[in-house]
T-cell receptor
């Protein structure tokens, strides 16, 4: 079984549309994250949730809305898609959340490639 | 956030040892040093981490300088599968406990 799974793996859509990317982890972890990797391969954290509570929000536009129905799921909904949203989005999870041990290790999903035309 | 500096790229031949350096001169006393790698078309993968002492696991070894201002990830025998981008990251647990990725080192392994 995949530890952190994301769907869809590929998503091609038009500007202005609304889309969602789903993430599930079966590791029993408390914290989940969304990272964005742009065309220059730079990985940047967007959000983190600990037990369904938003912990980190890295000045991401309001068009991006994470939703965590339970601690095993963190979905990313994007409204009014723009060309600049094209990227690979990675979901990750870890055992501990904020102010935890520095040994906290993240497990990443395989990524969801979003292309906005 | 404390930053790390890594070479943009390195090359190695298969079955040779690889030493990937990382400078982190502004590291604080509570920052852990983490290494992740990203294989082509995959998500980042944890490799190893340490605080002050050298560390070994099945994937690699981590050598940490005595003043902690630099560290080296050691792959003892590089394989073609080790070709990836390697990220050296400081874990800022005093503040927001998040991983901040830099540009990393792209390792090429030749047969």
């Amino acid at each position: 079984d995949t530890a952190v799974s994301q769907t869809p793996k590929y998503l091609v859509t038009q500007m202005g549309n609304d889309k969602s990317i789903k993430c599930e982890q079966n590791l029993g972890h408390d914290t989940m994250y969304w990272y964005k990797q742009d065309s220059k391969k730079f990985l940047k954290i967007m959000f983190s949730y600990n037990n369904k509570e938003l912990i980190i929000n890295e000045t991401v536009p309001n068009r991006f809305s994470p939703k965590s129905p339970d601690k095993a799921h963190l979905n990313l909904h994007i409204n009014s898609l723009e060309l600049g949203d094209s990227a690979v989005y990675f979901c990750a999870s870890s055992q501990h959340g904020q102010r935890s041990s520095g040994a906290n290790v993240l497990t990443f999903g395989a990524g969801s490639r979003l292309t906005v035309l | 956030d404390a930053k790390t500096t890594q070479p943009n790229s390195m090359e190695s031949n298969e079955e040779e040892p690889v030493h990937l350096p990382c400078n982190h001169s502004t590291i604080s006393g509570t920052d852990y040093i983490h290494w992740y790698r990203q294989l082509p078309s995959q998500g980042p993968e944890y490799v190893i981490h340490g605080l002050t002492s050298n560390v070994n696991n099945r994937m690699a070894s981590l050598a940490i300088a005595e003043d902690r201002k630099s560290s080296t990830l050691i792959l003892h025998r590089a394989t073609l599968r080790d070709a990836a981008v390697y990220y050296c990251i400081l874990r800022d647990v005093q503040n927001t406990d998040k991983l901040i990725f830099g540009t990393g080192t792209r390792l090429q392994v030749f047969p």
